[in-house]
């Protein structure tokens, strides 16, 4: 049975608390921990409520029953793929903080090209994946309004869109739709729910053939680049 790693759970207390945020330990069991974190800034407390839970190989972050981000997890993991999954959920709480000290306005200095400050849902993905792919725009209407209809959308991302993605990324002239195209999935991991999250690391990515994923990586920021990598290590192995 897996469980959360002291190790893990070092740094991830250490990351929040040199951030500025009081930890508050509501709960903590093999299964996960329940936690207040406090921003306190001059006369205003801003107070939020998050757990993390394992559930077999899966590590999440939750706030309520809304799952923010979920990850491949191993107690044993090294230490460099501990920190991967801390400074991940790190950024998810600190925009979530800003979010609220703000009530809702956008952060102008935000390097995603999100300015609305809503989340990605697979929705709002593929309405910028179609005017990537204009091609496909049309055999994706048939299916995008059958609700709760997963495999079938799985399967268009299997069949129509990771192909082309191979496709552009061998031909030196598709520069220009490779740094829209990348730039796109880097914004919406960003700002994706779990299961946006999901697809474009396990689906999407993982579905880049072995031997260009080299070149997909030219066109991601750093943090993105470490993304692929923890989640290559599962290609064809999930």
């Known amino acids: ?61 939750l706030t309520g029953e809304r799952i923010l981000s979920s990850w491949v997890f191993d107690e044993n993991n090294t230490r460099k793929e501990n920190e991967l999954i801390v400074n991940d959920f790190l950024d998810i709480i600190l925009k979530s903080f800003r979010f609220a000290s703000d009530n809702g306005t956008s952060e102008d200095d935000d390097d995603t090209g999100n300015t609305d400050n809503t989340a990605f849902d697979t929705s709002k993905f593929m309405k910028k994946i179609c005017s990537i792919f204009p091609e496909v725009k049309e055999k994706y209407s048939k299916i995008e309004n ?11 991302i299997k069949e129509n869109i990771n192909p082309r993605i191979n496709e552009i990324l061998k031909i030196k002239k598709n520069k220009k739709i490779s ?34 994923i080299e070149t997909a990586k030219a066109y991601l920021v750093p943090t993105m680049k470490k993304v692929v990598d923890m989640s290559y290590k599962f290609k064809n192995k999930l």
């Open 179 to 212: 740094e829209k195209l990348f730039k796109h999935l880097t914004v919406s991991y960003a700002y994706g729910d779990e299961i946006l999250r999901c697809i474009i690391t396990m689906l999407i990515f993982n579905g880049i053939d072995n031997e260009k």
């Open 1 to 61: 049975m897996q469980k959360i790693s002291e190790c893990f759970m070092e740094l991830f207390i250490g990351k929040i608390e040199k951030n500025g945020l009081e930890v508050e330990i509501i709960s903590s069991g093999t299964d996960g921990i329940e936690f207040n974190l406090n921003n306190k800034t001059g006369d205003k407390c801003t107070v939020l409520n998050y757990r993390i839970l394992i559930n077999n190989r899966n590590l999440s972050l």
């Open 146 to 156: 059958e609700p709760e209809n997963y495999p079938k959308f799985l399967n268009f």
